[in-house]
């Protein structure tokens, strides 16, 4: 893996600039910093330990090779007292599968089942009946003015699609969407102590809502992935009580990574479409072009900034030495603008060739992947059919994150 070197700079060196992603502006646009972190080398030290990788190359290396894993629950315990992992919520979410590591991420994921065809068209009538359902009703509200795109519709439509598959109550979407609004700063990079609050409670909620949801469907079995978990799991544990334990929690990271993520890949998408009008005609000429827009938009500003690995053994990555239990984090949206993957970086083009790591990689690439990308096809594709071209109003503000990308509002009106 080569030889490592002494890093040309301290960890202080770094620490302005991290400072600088926590401010509005460094969340607003943070690509800039990242172009100065690239420009430091591929894989610098992080100002509070470890380090972080920022080139393409260096980023995919880590996620396919399983040499490097996940902060899982045994890990987590051996950090210090006060951190991040060792809130309440981080430790809950080290129980579910996207914190899991082999053996158990096998059997959970194998588990858990997959999108299949006849999953994925089931769920596709219901994302266009969906999508015509909120394309509506936001016709309606931009005839009297502007509309916020993100709230009316990019919010609405991942959790319809989530709540109508797993069977939810609808009165108690809304209530969902805000939970896990606030239990992500658990997984944030830098996450404030009363923004771990914040995710704490939504976390504690979350695991009251769904342990009771899924005692509600083993007395109540019906056709739907709950019920289907339960029988799977009843097959491989034979501790009822551990059975349901582990439907929960992979109940619980369904939601979590089918909302979250999703409803920001929808709103960045549509804001690449709103911002520039050459785009909108572009791809109202030309709907073929709508999943190569798709995929622009997880590389040119993904859901996900940040990928945290540890390492299992000392190693070399980057030309930087890094020690077994060592975490890095993998800048992943730096690395979407590294020269040396792709030419002119900065500018968004529908017909670049895929390369991204926004649905991670190895045994960790994303489980929902054609979820996502299906809602974000099928409501491009109502967009340009069936409104007239909009425009951007005002910028839009982002929430206070930086591993996490989410757009407070998209305002747009009839251009």
């Not at 409803?263 to 050459?278: I, K, N, Q």
């Not at 949206?333 to 190895?362: E, I, K, N, V, Y």
Request: glycine share 6%; net charge negative; hydrophobic share 40%.
């Amino acid at each position: 893996m080569g030889v490592a070197t002494t890093p040309s700079y301290d960890r202080r060196a770094s620490a302005s600039l991290f400072s600088r992603l926590r401010t509005a502006a460094g969340q607003a646009d943070p690509f800039p910093i990242y172009a100065e972190l690239l420009a430091r080398g591929e894989v610098v030290p992080a100002p509070w330990g470890g380090s972080v990788v920022t080139g393409f190359a260096a980023c995919d290396q880590v996620l396919r090779s399983r040499a490097w894993l996940e902060p899982d629950r045994a890990w987590r315990a051996r950090q210090e007292s006060g951190t991040r992992w060792n809130a309440s919520s981080s430790r809950e979410m080290s129980n579910t599968l996207a914190a899991l590591n082999t053996p158990d991420h096998t059997k959970v994921r194998r588990a858990a089942g997959t999108f299949d065809r006849s999953t994925m068209e089931c769920i596709g009538r219901h994302v266009d009946r969906t999508t015509d359902r909120l394309l509506d009703a936001f016709t309606e509200r931009i005839r009297t003015g502007e509309a916020d795109f993100s709230a009316l519709v990019c919010e609405e439509l991942p959790v319809a699609t989530i709540g109508g598959w797993l069977g939810l109550p609808q009165a108690d979407w809304a209530r969902l969407r805000e939970l896990t609004h606030d239990q992500v700063f658990a997984q944030e990079l830098l996450p404030s102590a009363s923004q771990l609050a914040l995710s704490d409670a939504a976390t504690a909620e979350l695991r009251v809502y769904f342990t009771e949801l899924v005692r509600e469907r083993r007395s109540r079995p019906g056709d739907d992935p709950i019920t289907r978990w339960i029988r799977t799991w009843d097959g491989i544990e034979p501790d009822r009580d551990k059975a349901d334990e582990a439907v929960y929690f992979l109940v619980l990271f369904i939601l979590l990574a089918a909302l979250e993520t999703t409803s920001t890949l929808l709103s960045t998408t549509a804001l690449r479409l709103v911002e520039s009008p050459e785009r909108w005609d572009a791809v109202a000429d030309d709907p073929d072009l709508v999943a190569g827009f798709v995929e622009e938009s997880l590389r040119y500003d993904p859901p996900t900034h940040v990928i945290s690995r540890v390492a299992s053994q000392d190693c070399v990555l980057g030309g930087i030495e890094i020690h077994r239990d060592e975490m890095v984090h993998l800048l992943v949206g730096a690395a979407h603008r590294d020269p040396a993957r792709h030419h002119d970086a900065d500018r968004f083009d529908p017909r670049r060739a895929p390369g991204h790591l926004a649905f991670s990689g190895g045994i960790h690439y994303c489980l929902g992947a054609p979820l996502a990308r299906l809602e974000a096809t099928t409501l491009l594709h109502q967009l340009i059919r069936r409104l007239p071209r909009l425009t951007l109003v005002r910028p839009p503000s982002m929430a206070p994150r930086v591993a996490f990308r989410r757009l407070l509002n998209l305002d747009v009106a009839v251009a």
